[in-house]
């Protein structure tokens, strides 16, 4: 794992009141491999750090030189513009594609070279930070996206990074992409109630995402293995009937809500859902403590 940025947690302002682990596995979800332009973010009790799950060597847009900053600012506009009109479609982010798109300066954009392929990361995506802006020489700053896609110089090109020392007035074009305004200076603790859905929705059980403790866990499977005993024990004798159809209905419903809960489950532990599947880890499952902290997978309790 490579660590990108890490910033006080008193200093960063939230631009959305969603739990920003589930904001990247629905960003994911929708994007696919694309998604690997938002850096993973851990949000902990003193701060919080943007990362990436390899191990190469990432430079800093601020330190590239100026011809690297045209490659890298036409890789960014080509990006944003398509990420934003995928994420824009979506049903649960797409409303906030804006904030999404949203980062605090160019300090916050990341990037590697392989064959002359640049490959794009941002951190601070979604986030404001009161932290003092550096100075940057050469052409104005702007924000950016990612792909590992390679781009021939082109100049004339309007540019969208923001300059640090310079607030300019932008076209209506760029300020679509700029940093959302926030009115409130209280700074706003994430929390689940869009992305992944309230604690008590019925829907949050149908949902891989997110994290859920020991009792929920027990009173899910629970349930789930009744209505599926119940419903097969009902559909003997009734084999290709309509009853029939419905009673396989009603378990594959239940098998499917026993996994999403069984994922959410190991996400407490900080492991991947399908660690479900290893025998007799159910059981451990029911005893053991969730992680104390937040995890890439969820906020803890």
């Known amino acids: 794992m490579s660590i990108l940025k890490t910033i006080e947690k008193e200093k960063v302002k939230f631009l959305m009141d969603f739990d920003y682990n589930n904001v990247l596995g629905r960003l994911k979800f929708v994007l696919g491999k694309d998604a690997s332009f938002f850096a993973d973010i851990r949000v902990r009790q003193n701060d919080v750090t943007w990362s990436t799950k390899d191990d190469k060597e990432y430079g800093s847009y601020i330190d590239a030189n100026d011809s690297e900053k045209q490659i890298i600012k036409e890789v960014v506009d080509e990006q944003i513009e398509k990420l934003s009109s995928i994420i824009s479609g979506d049903s649960l982010i797409g409303p906030h594609t804006e904030k999404i798109m949203s ?78 305004e926030n009115n409130s200076t209280e700074y706003v603790t994430a929390d689940t109630s869009v992305i992944e859905g309230p604690k008590s929705s019925v829907m949050n059980f149908f949902w891989v995402n997110g994290r859920c403790g020991r009792l929920t866990f027990f009173l899910t499977w629970l349930a789930t293995n009744v209505g599926i005993r119940v419903a097969d024990y009902l559909s003997r004798g009734k084999t290709h009937t309509p009853e029939g ?51 890439e997978y969820g906020s803890a309790g």
């Open 103 to 180: 980062f605090p300066s160019n300090q916050y954009i990341y990037y590697t070279v392989k064959d002359g392929v640049y490959n794009v990361i941002l951190t601070g995506w979604g986030c404001d930070t009161t932290e003092p802006k550096e100075k940057e020489d050469g052409p104005k700053q702007e924000q950016v996206s990612d792909e590992s896609t390679s781009v021939v110089d082109s100049e004339g090109d309007k540019s969208m990074l923001e300059d640090d020392n310079k607030q300019e007035e932008l076209s209506s074009d760029e300020q679509k992409y700029t940093p959302v």
């Open 245 to 295: 159809y419905l009673y396989l209905l009603i378990i594959l419903v239940c098998v499917w809500v026993a996994f999403c809960v069984g994922a959410k489950r190991c996400h407490d532990l900080g492991h991947n859902g399908w660690w479900q599947l290893i025998p007799f880890y159910g059981l451990w499952l029911l005893f053991a403590a969730g992680d104390p902290d937040d995890n």
